[in-house]
Structures are given as structure tokens and as C-alpha cells.
């Protein structure tokens, strides 16, 4: 029978010498709601887990003076949703922890953990991408910082190098006037994985759009940063035929695959409809209102 | 005590009043389900047990050329390893199938271990027994297989084409047992159904309506997996518990495929997680027991999800074609169907029934139906909740709503004037008993749902579709056993595992009918060897016919209590009667309870029995009313509102009854909807967990409302009519009939998937444009 260690060290050095001592197969847990499911399905030949919970830098949640907010890569989803501070500054990441798994599920699992597993439908990442986020890695040869739309490199890889973990994200201060909103496409309506997911952010000067971000989620290797999207919106007035012409945008970007999950034409066509929708939610939320959470 | 949990209504079609039967007595099972004490297959755990697993085939279609197992029985801690060589060679026999449909041992036996071929992705090809389950698990790995892989072919008109790669190599195509085809076939078997001139029939339509339908593989989905444990003791005697529907069955089926006494093996059915047809057959019970024998310890087994997706019985997916005729006023002159179905990888689907069910609703003087059972790389289809009837009746009653909107006919009066009923023809079997099909329609034309406008929302696609169904239930063998106790309760052995809650209702029609207390029973379900012969719980047919076996073991027992007092009293039998429980006699009057008591200790226990095979069984009519909204962007569709009208008979315990119909509509939805198999195009199956695999969940339907009608079955001594099945039968139907009310648009491909409907969106745009 095989065997498998547990370690719960207290500090990013501990964690990465572990890692170090291990090679790749010592794993970092934290909320484990994807990587017990691997290795009990045996997809991994896993030696070592090192818990993350332990670690004081992986769990905070602290907003710095400049309003720039740094997220702990193990906290759990339900600490997001649950801070008034956090769900008024970054909607689209509390859209993403509030339909990750269920219930039970976000009670464990953290947005650190859905991006490093990397899964093309993780429902953060296009949320994160929409946020500006930026990844903070710590390994054997220090610190470094990676754009969180360049950290996904292929499906269920990460651009984490030998010995590396992610540590936690920083999430610049919501500019003024701006909005952010995520959705997805799911066949129910729970305990689903995205056909497609879309997020958004807009930064408004009256009508006027003075900044944008696109993202979508399962219609690429990687969660995909749609930036010309983006960039198509900003000058424009915020509404239908702006949303609509970057809504096209998006889903020419889009290279989806036909799976079990969808086919190239419907997710070509959710990625134009789930464009527009987040774009109105992110609207409503830079004017002060709710967007309506829609599936 | 008693419990209410009604949230429907019933509309009675006769006057009897009962005193136990229509009430809600607290489930006998109830507290050991609630407090996690009750045992299940799981549960078992024997002493020096070791743990077997599966090695299956990675490919759909392939030639086993060589199997060298020596690296596993190397492996530390592993006992036993088999392959197809360790069944003995099956004789070329017929033994009974689950529901009905017989089946050549040899393929049975190939299913649950291949021989020379593997048949589908998941196919078993060796097993075996370790200390512990991953040791097993490491062990499978070091099996080393050779394979010769074979092209795949799916689907069944593909499977059907004269060029199609051949699954089973001396198959030959058969019609009313007489071989038809020159050639080695996938097409196991074709069968014909006619009555009147069809051609007539049409001659005499005004409007004749002909369309296509194909259908995905769809599984049962019991939470509960597979499981088995056995132990082959050396004197030769094999015990089993597992979570079967039905444990007389296993232990014929383990008789025939060990080719082993059946009364050296003893099977105990274990509680049960949801069967819905797919768990009265088996597939790990054999390998349990070869492992035991070879390794001279008791096996237990396990299967996972992704094993039980893979490789048990889902329901055949498949290809219907229906034509129907009509006059200008709605008058049903003719109706022609053709089925084929999925067999899977060895021939038996349920493609049968379903053409006996294609136009069962209707009073159709001409009818032609011709159905084929075809093998495809796919797992053994099995029954599954009224199994055939949903493909077939998708199909008719989709076309019927198509033929009302042709003509402006109301979809209610066109069923009310075209219902079949009592004394009408039925297809290849006899003509109908009393029969509800009217009265549903009518309960559904008068109920809340159908008199409220559906509300329009501008912006959202709403629309509201209506669809009947129709299942035979069937009888087969059921038995009881009560012993009456010194304290006047009753112990009541029956041989039907509980899935529905049928402890209680047949406990409830034995104490109906000696006049005691329901609470005064105590239902068990006994393994093989201590009650009498009983056929699966499946067919809907456990209140009904093991309900009957109660109510003769019930009047076996009074007439015992009658024949006990007599001599007691020393008086003829003929002095004694019985009422409400209550027996009397000149001067004397005795509760069921006193004469217990009294005659316990003159040493007479009375034990009523019985063995029933009952003939009139009571088909069941149901009709569904179904609201959707289509989201018109992204193709995905909201059940608003739901309500189920079904014909219980009479309904002994109405919640039960409500919560089949509540759990049939919800499959239904889910197969209407989302459920299907997805392969790969080398037959691998890509959808194998119940992530993929897209069951509903509670926040995907809304309450399911319902309504009882009783019109009694004439067959019943309670007038009980399955009910367990036919609520799967009209959700597809109904769901497309809503789907055609609000967007104009016919699906005709089960599941009607978001990714479907918006494609089908998307082409209706474009012919508009």
C-alpha cells in the first residue's frame, strides 16, 4: 500500500525547503478539494503533501494602505464573500468564489488552489484576469512576481517552476468609476463545471469607457485574457453596441474544443453572449448598482 | 402513529373506504434509514475477507490475444486472479433475464467476464483478490494484456449497415425465432407487430405525419454502487450479499453461470441505493464468488462510479421512426413505427416494449411496429424505469402534439377522443382491462397547472406542452410468510427488496386485511432460503403482486386463527367469522390480539403463506404537464412548472406514490434534458462520473405537482396498479411539446441540451433570414 506524508510547516521557507527536499512529488494542499480528488483517483504518484494552511502569509486576506489588497493563496472562498470590504472592492473574484463547487466545497477551496491547478474552466481565473492580479512565487531562488494572465501555461499546467509555490495575490485598488462582473454557462444550475465563463471590467469618465478587461474561461488551453476586447472598448460609450461589437471580439478569440462539456459552436456563441452579459454587469456595478448573477 | 406528508390530491373513481390502506403509518424502516444503522452492501465485513477488483478493457472493440496475470500474482498480498478462462464454458441455454427478456447464457456469461473479445470500454477481462483494495488495485495494473483492437461501431443504424465491423461473430438475425440473415449480423433480433390493414389505415388519413427521433445512452444513476461479497465455503455452499433488486434472481443467475447447485448458494439481499431496473441482473456477484473459491476466503467487492458508468446496464440509446393518420377531425386511423436499439455489446434491449408501448395510449385500429435489437460497442443495456416506453412514446407523443397544432385540435380533447380504454386493442397482448388513460387526461385537463395561463414575460421564450404515457407493469412470482406471535403481531417474510417503501404497503394490505394495526407487522426482507419464491422488485410490481401474496398469507392466517379457535372451542369453523379484525361467535368475540394470545398457549402458532403469480396486472396511463422557459441566447431551458397526473389504482401509502411519480418526472427532465453518453470517436466513453454525467440536482427542477387518479385494477383484491415506472415516461415528451410551444422549434434528438436547442436556435434564424 502506498504510503503518503503529511508536513504542515509554518513558513514559506519550511514550505519551499520541503519542496526542495521532495522534487515534484511533494504536493502543496491547500483546501484539497481538487488535488485529494487526483491523487485518490490516482492521477498523481504523490509523496508528500505540505499543507499551506499553516502558513500564516497563505491565509491573510490584508488591504495596504494604498488600498492594494494581497489575498493568501490557501484562503478559503467563503472568507471572500463573507468580507464586505473584499465584495465591494473585487466583485468578479466573489462572482467566481460564490459558484466554485458548492457550499461545502468553498468552505475549503481558495482561489489560490483553482488557479494553480490551472483547469481551463477554473471560474477565478477570468475573474483574476479582469482584476489586474498579479501572483506572487516564492522557490529556492526567492521571490518573484507573475502577471496571473500568464501564469496558466497549457491545462493543468502552471508556469510555477521546480520547487515554487504560489504564495499570494495582489489585487490592485479599484480604480474610481469602474465595475467588474464574472458569469458562467453551466447545463444545470449547480455542482457544474463552465462551458463557458466570462469575466469583465469596465472603468467609466461619465459614459465614456476609459479602461477595459475581458476574460474567458474554457475556450482555450488556458483561461484566455481576450485583450483586444478590452482595448476595442475604451473610448467608447458604455452600452449595447459597444459591448456587442467587443462581445464579437471575444468570440472570434475564442479557440474552443468539442468535449464531453460543449461543442466549438456553442461555446463560439456563449463566448459572444457571456461577453455582453458580463459587460452589463460590470456596467451596472461602476454605476453603483448590482448586477444581476445570472447563469 | 402516522406521518402526513401529502402535497397532492386524488381523484377517486370509486367508493371503497379502508381502514389501514390510504393512510401514512411511519415507514417500518424508517429510523435505522434516517439514523445510518440500516446495512447495506458496504456494510459487510466477514472475517479474513479479502477485497477484489476489476480489470477492464481500455478498448471498445478489440481481440484479447493474450493474458499473462503472473506479475499480479507476484504482487505481495494478492490471493486470487481470474480471467474468462475460470468460468466454466457456458451451455448454449436461454435463462430469464431481469425484466423479462431472455438471453443466451453465453453471452450473459461473457458479459461478466470476457472470453475472446472485449465488447465496450469497461468491459471486465480479469479480476482479483488482494488484502486490501489497493493492493487489489496495484495488482489489476500488472496484468498484461494483449489486444488486437477491433474498429468500433456505436451507433445503431451504422451498427445495422451491411459493411458494419461485426461484434459477435456468428450472430445471425432472427424474426419469431426463425433465422432471417445469410450473413453474420449486429442485428440480434427483428420483430414485427401488425393488426388491421395500415395501408388502409393511411389510405383513409387526411394528414399523416412521419418523423425521426435518435436517442442517447441514458444510465439509472442509483447513488448507490455495485457491490458483492461472497464466500465459497469448502463443503461447496456459496453465500452472497449484495445490493441487488432482487436476490432470488442473483442466485439463479450465479446457478446457471457457475454451473453450481442453486440450492448450495444463498443470497441475502442486502438494503438497496436506487436500482430504477439497472441491479436486477449481476456483474460482480460471479467474480466474488470465483475469487472466493480460488482463494478460499470471502471476497468483497466494490465497484467505483466510473465502473458503474462504464460497464452496468444503462438504457439503449437508439433510432425511432414514427408515422401516424389522422382524419381532418382528429380521428387516429394508422400508425407505423420502427425501432432500433442499442443491445450494447451482447444482444437483449428492451427494444420490445417499447414497440408494444409506442401507441398504447391511443385506440389504433391499424398499426404496423417493427423493432431491432442491435449490437453496438457499448455497455449491456438493462432495464431502466419503464424500459423502451420513454424512447418510443418521446417519439408518438411529439408527433401527436405535432398533428394537433397541424389540424388547431386541442392536444386534451384529441387524447380524450382517441384514449384507449377498456376492451380496446393492445398490441400483441390482450385487450385492455379497466384502464385509467381518460380520467388522467381529464384530472389533467381540470387541474390548476392547465386552467392557469402561463404567464408571458416579454424578452423570454415560455411555452407549455402536455404528453401522456402508458406501461404494462408486469407480475411475475411473489411470496409471503407471516407468523403470528404470542402477542398478536405478526412477523411478515417476504423475498421483495424495499426500494419504493414496499415494506410498509404490502405490510399495510396484510394488516388491511386481517384487521389488525399496520403497526402491529413487522415487514423483513428475507434472504433466499427462509421465504418463498420472489421475481425482482422491478415491473412496478411489488405492491401489486407481493401485495397480493400479503393478502392471501393475511386470509391463510385467519383461516387458521378460524381452525384454532374452532377446536378450542370445539365447534365447527363455519360458527366462526371474522369483521374488522374481530372474531366472532355465538357469545364470543375475539381481537386478532386475544386469540394470540390464547391460542399461542395451546401451543398453535398459526403461519399464513403464499406463492402468487398474478396475471392482471393493470397497465398505467399518466399525463404530464410541463411549463419551460428557453433561454434564447445560450439554447438552455427552465422547467417552470410541473405537474404529473398518474392512475394509481389505489394508491395504499398516496406519499410513496407521489414520490415515485416526483422521482420518475425528475430522470425524465434529466434524460429530456442533459443525461447522455458521450464517446469519443473510438468508442471510449468520455463522460464517465457524475460530474459529466448530468443528473439534475434540486436546484434544476421546481416542486414536482401531482395527482392521484384511482380507478381501481380489477386485478388487485385492493385494486393496485404499479406505479413505480411509468412517471419516466411523458418528461421528454412534455419538455418538447413546451419547447415547440415557445420557440416554434421541434427537437426530435434526446437530450434536447442547451448546445442542441441553441443550434437548433441558430438554423431557425438563419431560415428566417
Known amino acids: 500500500m502506498r504510503a503518503i506524508q503529511y508536513a504542515a510547516p509554518t513558513t514559506v521557507d519550511d514550505a519551499v525547503a520541503l519542496l526542495a527536499e521532495h522534487g515534484e512529488n511533494a504536493r502543496i494542499l491547500a483546501g484539497g478539494t481538487d488535488l485529494i480528488v487526483q491523487v485518490r483517483e ?33 484562503t478559503p472562498c467563503y472568507e471572500l464573500y463573507g468580507n464586505d470590504n473584499f465584495c465591494a472592492a473585487y466583485p468578479a473574484i466573489v462572482d467566481a468564489a460564490r459558484i466554485i463547487g458548492s457550499t461545502g466545497i468553498q468552505g475549503r477551496a481558495s ?103 475581458i476574460a474567458l474561461g474554457a475556450v482555450a488551453p488556458t483561461p484566455l485574457f481576450v485583450q483586444a476586447a478590452g482595448e476595442a472598448l475604451i473610448g467608447q460609450t458604455a452600452g449595447e453596441a459597444a459591448f456587442a461589437a467587443a462581445a464579437e471580439i471575444a468570440r472570434d478569440t475564442a479557440s474552443p474544443i468539442d468535449d464531453m462539456r460543449g461543442t466549438v459552436a456553442h461555446r463560439k456563441q456563449l463566448s459572444y453572449v457571456l461577453t455582453q452579459r458580463a459587460l452589463r454587469g460590470a456596467l451596472a456595478h461602476a454605476q453603483g448598482g448590482t448586477p444581476s448573477n445570472g447563469h | 402513529m402516522a406521518v402526513e406528508t401529502r402535497t397532492g390530491r386524488t381523484v377517486k373513481h370509486h367508493d371503497n373506504t379502508y381502514n389501514v390502506i390510504g393512510t401514512t403509518p411511519i415507514r417500518h424502516d424508517g429510523v435505522e434509514k434516517v439514523t445510518g444503522e440500516a446495512l447495506y452492501g458496504s456494510d459487510i465485513n466477514l472475517p479474513g475477507q479479502f477485497h477484489g477488483k476489476v480489470l477492464r478493457s481500455p478498448h471498445a472493440h478489440a481481440r484479447i490475444l493474450s493474458i499473462d496475470t503472473s506479475r499480479a500474482e507476484a504482487l505481495d498480498g494478492v ?95 432472427e424474426l419469431d425465432d426463425q433465422v432471417i440473415s445469410e450473413t453474420p449480423s449486429n442485428i440480434a433480433e427483428k420483430m414485427v407487430y401488425e393488426t388491421g390493414d395500415v395501408d388502409q389505415g393511411f389510405e383513409e388519413s387526411d394528414l399523416i405525419v412521419d418523423r425521426e427521433f435518435s436517442f442517447g445512452v441514458v444510465h439509472q444513476g442509483y447513488i448507490e454502487t455495485h457491490n458483492a461479497t461472497a464466500h465459497w465455503l469448502k463443503d461447496g455452499n456459496i453465500h452472497v450479499w449484495c445490493s441487488s433488486q432482487g436476490a432470488f434472481s442473483i442466485r439463479s443467475e450465479l446457478a446457471n453461470i457457475l454451473d453450481h447447485p442453486i440450492t448450495k448458494i444463498h443470497v441475502t439481499p442486502m438494503e438497496i441505493g436506487g436500482g430504477f431496473g439497472g441491479k436486477t441482473t449481476s456483474y460482480l456477484e460471479p467474480l466474488a464468488a470465483l475469487l472466493s473459491r480460488k482463494s478460499g476466503r470471502p471476497v468483497k467487492m466494490n465497484m467505483d462510479r466510473d465502473e458503474v458508468l462504464k460497464a452496468t446496464g444503462p438504457t439503449p440509446g437508439g433510432y425511432v421512426r414514427v408515422k401516424l393518420g389522422v382524419t381532418n377531425a382528429g380521428i387516429v386511423k394508422a400508425g407505423y413505427a420502427e425501432l432500433a436499439f442499442d443491445a450494447g455489446g451482447f444482444p437483449g434491449s ?38 423502451g416506453a420513454t424512447h418510443a412514446e418521446f417519439a408518438s407523443e411529439t408527433v401527436v402534439d405535432e398533428i394537433c397544432r397541424e389540424l388547431g385540435l386541442d392536444p386534451v380533447e384529441f387524447r380524450l377522443q382517441n384514449s384507449a380504454k377498456e376492451g380496446d386493442w393492445q398490441l400483441d397482448e390482450p385487450p385492455y ?34 404528453a401522456s404515457g402508458f406501461w404494462f407493469n408486469v407480475g411475475l412470482t411473489s411470496s409471503a410468510i407471516a407468523r403470528l406471535n404470542s402477542d398478536g403481531s405478526v412477523t411478515l417474510l417476504e423475498g421483495s427488496t424495499d ?180 464517446y469519443d470517436d473510438k468508442g471510449l466513453l468520455r463522460n464517465s462520473s457524475l460530474l459529466d454525467y448530468r443528473m439534475p440536482t434540486a436546484l434544476d427542477v421546481p416542486n414536482i405537482e ?44 434526446l437530450p434536447m441540451s442547451p448546445a442542441r436547442v441553441q443550434a437548433a436556435l441558430t438554423s431557425q434564424n438563419g431560415d428566417q433570414t
Not at chain 1, 149 to 162: H, I, M, Q, V
Not at chain 2, 135 to 153: C, F, S
Not at chain 2, 539 to 556: E, L, Q
Not at chain 2, 709 to 738: F, S, T
Open chain 1, 111 to 213: 482561489v489560490g488552489g483553482n488557479l494553480c491547478n490551472a483547469g481551463p474552466a477554473g471560474d477565478s481565473i477570468p475573474a483574476l484576469i479582469v482584476h489586474s492580479a498579479i501572483c506572487n512565487v516564492a522557490g529556492p531562488n526567492g521571490r518573484r512576481e507573475i502577471a496571473v494572465e500568464d501564469f496558466c501555461t497549457a491545462p493543468g499546467r502552471n508556469s510555477l517552476e521546480a520547487g515554487e509555490m504560489l504564495v499570494s495575490l495582489t489585487l490592485p485598488s479599484p480604480p474610481p468609476n469602474s465595475g467588474t462582473h464574472y458569469l458562467r454557462f453551466i447545463p444545470r444550475n449547480e455542482m457544474d463545471i463552465a462551458v463557458v465563463g466570462a469575466g469583465a471590467f469596465l472603468q467609466l469618465d461619465g459614459d465614456s469607457i476609459t479602461a477595459a478587461r
Open chain 2, 433 to 466: 382491462a379497466r384502464i385509467g388513460h381518460i380520467e388522467c387526461v381529464e384530472a389533467a385537463r381540470d387541474s390548476d397547472h392547465w386552467q392557469t395561463p402561463l404567464e408571458q414575460v416579454p424578452g423570454k421564450l415560455r411555452g407549455r406542452g402536455i
Open chain 2, 706 to 749: 401531482t395527482i392521484i387518479v384511482e380507478v381501481p385494477n380489477p386485478g388487485h383484491p385492493y385494486g393496485v396498479r404499479g406505479v413505480g415506472e411509468v412517471p419516466i415516461v411523458p418528461p421528454p415528451a412534455a419538455v418538447a411539446n413546451a419547447i415547440h410551444d415557445a420557440t416554434g422549434l421541434r427537437l426530435r434528438d
Open chain 2, 79 to 173: 490471493h486470487a486472479v481470474i480471467t474468462g478462462q475460470d468460468i466454466p464454458e457456458p451451455a448454449d441455454k436461454i435463462i430469464s433475464g431481469g425484466e423479462g427478456d431472455g438471453n443466451l447464457l453465453k453471452y450473459k456469461t461473457e458479459n461478466i467476464l470476457a472470453r475472446a473479445k472485449t465488447h465496450y470500454h469497461g468491459h471486465p477481462v480479469a479480476a482479483v483478490a488482494a488484502i486490501s483494495p489497493h493492493i487489489a488495485g496495484q495488482a489489476v495494473k500488472l496484468i498484461d494484456v494483449t489486444y488486437e483492437v477491433l474498429p468500433a461501431v456505436l451507433e445503431v443504424r451504422e451498427a445495422m449497415a451491411p459493411d458494419a465491423p461485426i461484434i459477435i461473430e456468428d450472430l445471425l438475425t
Open chain 2, 499 to 678: 426500494i419504493g417503501g414496499t415494506r410498509t404497503s404490502v405490510a399495510m394490505q396484510f394488516a388491511e386485511t386481517l384487521g389488525i394495526s399496520v403497526d402491529d407487522v413487522f415487514p423483513i426482507v428475507a434472504d433466499t432460503d427462509s421465504v418463498g419464491q420472489t421475481d425482482v422488485t422491478g415491473g412496478s410490481r411489488v405492491t401489486f403482486a407481493t401485495g397480493i401474496a400479503a393478502h392471501d398469507a393475511a386470509n391463510d392466517m385467519k383461516q387458521q386463527i378460524i381452525a384454532g379457535l374452532a377446536d378450542l372451542w370445539e365447534m365447527s369453523e363455519d360458527a366462526i367469522t371474522h369483521r374488522d379484525g374481530t372474531f366472532l361467535t355465538d357469545g364470543k368475540s375475539l381481537t386478532v390480539r386475544e386469540a394470540a394470545l390464547l391460542l399461542t398457549d395451546e401451543e398453535i402458532f398459526p403461519v399464513g403463506r403464499a406463492t402468487v403469480t398474478p396475471e392482471r396486472v393493470g397497465g398505467a396511463f399518466t399525463t404530464h404537464i410541463a411549463d419551460v422557459e428557453v433561454d434564447g441566447e445560450t439554447g438552455k431551458v427552465e422547467i417552470l412548472r410541473y405537474t404529473a397526473v398518474q392512475d394509481a389504482g389505489v394508491a395504499i401509502y398516496p406519499p410513496y406514490v407521489e414520490g415515485q411519480i416526483q422521482g420518475g418526472v425528475v430522470q425524465g427532465i434529466g434524460w429530456a434534458l442533459n443525461e447522455d453518453y458521450v
Open chain 1, 42 to 74: 490516482d492521477g498523481r504518484d504523490t509523496e508528500l503533501f505540505v499543507d499551506a494552511k499553516g502558513i500564516p502569509e497563505l491565509t491573510d486576506l490584508t488591504v495596504s494602505a494604498d488600498g492594494t489588497t494581497t489575498l493568501g493563496a490557501a
Open chain 2, 350 to 387: 428492451v427494444v420490445g416494449a417499447g414497440c408494444k408501448c409506442v401507441f398504447a395510449p391511443y385506440n389504433m385500429p391499424n398499426a404496423k411496429v417493427v423493432g431491432y435489437d442491435v449490437v453496438v460497442n457499448k455497455p449491456k443495456t438493462h432495464a431502466y424505469r419503464a424500459p
